[in-house]
Nanobody, 126 residues
Framework: QVQLVESGGGLVQAGDSLRLSCAASGRTFSMYTMGWFRQAPGKEREFVATITWSGGSTYYADSVKGRFTISRDNAKNTVYLQMNSLKPEDTAVYYC???????????????????WGQGTQVTVSS
């Protein structure tokens, strides 16, 4: 089992950058496929990005491709989401997620992930 704690959210202006972090508990972090989802006000939760256990493969939603980068540091039990060129439509609560197992093709559905963080708010003003 793993517990996830996100940090790094905040209020920024359009065009700015922000980096989210997700610290995971446990000694088997490298056994988990990690990812990020987000939920905007009044909308359904949506997939953002995912990364394999080694960090060797990543996959992104079309809406963030080229602007967001997911990465991980297994020595620090942490996964990151670097968000550049932020837009007002990126405003959402961002959730860190974990799926046990070194699985690929990329898991992109909510039910693929058994473990969820509490979320961190990202607000992008225009």
């Amino acid at each position: 089992q793993v517990q996830l704690v996100e940090s790094g959210g905040g209020l920024v202006q359009a065009g700015d950058s922000l980096r989210l972090s997700c610290a995971a508990s446990g000694r088997t972090f490298s056994m988990y496929t990690m990812g990020w989802f987000r939920q905007a006000p009044g909308k359904e939760r949506e997939f953002v990005a995912t990364i394999t256990w080694s960090g060797g493969s990543t996959y992104y939603a079309d809406s963030v491709k080229g602007r967001f980068t997911i990465s991980r540091d297994n020595a620090k039990n942490t996964v990151y989401l670097q968000m550049n060129s932020l837009k007002p439509e990126d405003t959402a609560v961002y959730y860190c997620v974990a799926k046990y197992g070194r699985t690929w093709p990329p898991p992109v559905r909510e039910y693929d992930y058994a473990y969820w963080g509490q979320g961190t708010q990202v607000t992008v003003s225009s």
